[in-house]
């Protein structure tokens, strides 16, 4: 049996296997996929994802894309611990959930491009490169992303817009852990690895009085019952391998 996972370190979507992949103890071989150097838009990463993003599984050659697809698969391909509730209820809880992730948590992507992912890039490539480095991406999404950051052309009441739509998910999971210690069942699910890796990238990006004991006591609680879990730490900490992590920017997650 063959494990191989193309991943990027900072990348939320790669958090989410490497963290469901820990949890269900499997030996995996990393291919690092350097987003910062456009990895991810060679031909012959695209011929595996031709989406030109992070992650991708490959398993005894049979190759899996999305990573809430991904995770879903390494809970049902691999033995170990069940990553989804026993009761049908609660497994339509999750399911509920993570869709309202998928659906609000893009938001995090234009944060995220203005304070990390841009200045980053700046510091590899000048800007022509970069507005050429967008008109390559494969889908229309990330060349508009791309294109408008290097442009100057994302602003504050966009950015207000995006923190409104992640405090809803927020929101969500107060109501939600005031029925137990986790989001779905009495255990962690596929809920707390689809959500964890943002909570993550919000504490980065300074964002975590959010989840502060006054404001989300219950998301405060969870999130310090996550952040202990060997598999979200393991998941969380792979280095960046051709940087200096947050860090490189001037953002931090040692708080």
């Known amino acids: ?20 992949l820990e949890e269900k103890g499997v030996e995996w071989e990393s291919c690092y996929i350097d987003l910062f150097n456009f990895d991810q838009m060679t031909p012959e990463y695209l011929l595996i994802n031709p989406d030109g993003v992070v992650p991708t599984l490959v398993h005894n050659d049979e190759v899996i894309c999305e990573s809430m697809v ?38 995090i992507v234009l944060p995220t491009y203005v304070k990390y992912i841009l200045p ?15 008109v390559r991406r494969p889908t229309e999404f990330m060349r508009k992303v791309h294109g408008d950051g290097v ?3 994302i602003h ?23 029925a137990g210690p ?13 959500v964890a890796p ?18 989300r006591p219950g998301v405060a609680e969870w ?8 598999s979200y730490r393991t998941a969380v900490s792979w280095p960046d391998e051709t940087g200096e992590g947050y860090e490189e920017v001037g953002l931090s997650t040692s708080r």
């Open 223 to 230: 999130y310090a019952r996550v952040s202990a879990l060997p």
């Open 151 to 153: 442009n100057g052309e």
């Open 156 to 178: 504050s009441p966009d950015i207000e817009k995006c923190h409104a739509d992640i405090q809803i998910v927020l929101d969500r999971m107060e109501t939600m852990l005031s």
């Open 70 to 107: 991904i995770i879903d698969y390494i809970d049902d391909a691999f033995e170990g611990p069940s990553l989804k509730p026993d009761e049908p209820i609660q497994i339509a809880r999750m399911r509920e959930f993570m869709t309202l992730c998928e659906n609000k948590f893009p938001a």
């Open 120 to 134: 980053k890039l700046l510091n590899r490539w000048g800007k022509d490169e970069l507005q050429k480095q967008a």
């Open 198 to 215: 943002y909570m993550f990238r919000l504490l980065a990006l300074g964002l975590d009085d959010w989840w502060s004991s006054d404001l």
């Open 1 to 20: 049996m063959t494990v191989s996972l193309y991943h990027f370190w900072s990348s939320v979507c790669s958090v989410r296997p490497r963290m469901a």
């Open 182 to 194: 986790w989001l779905a069942g009495d255990r962690l699910s596929l809920a707390e690895i689809t």
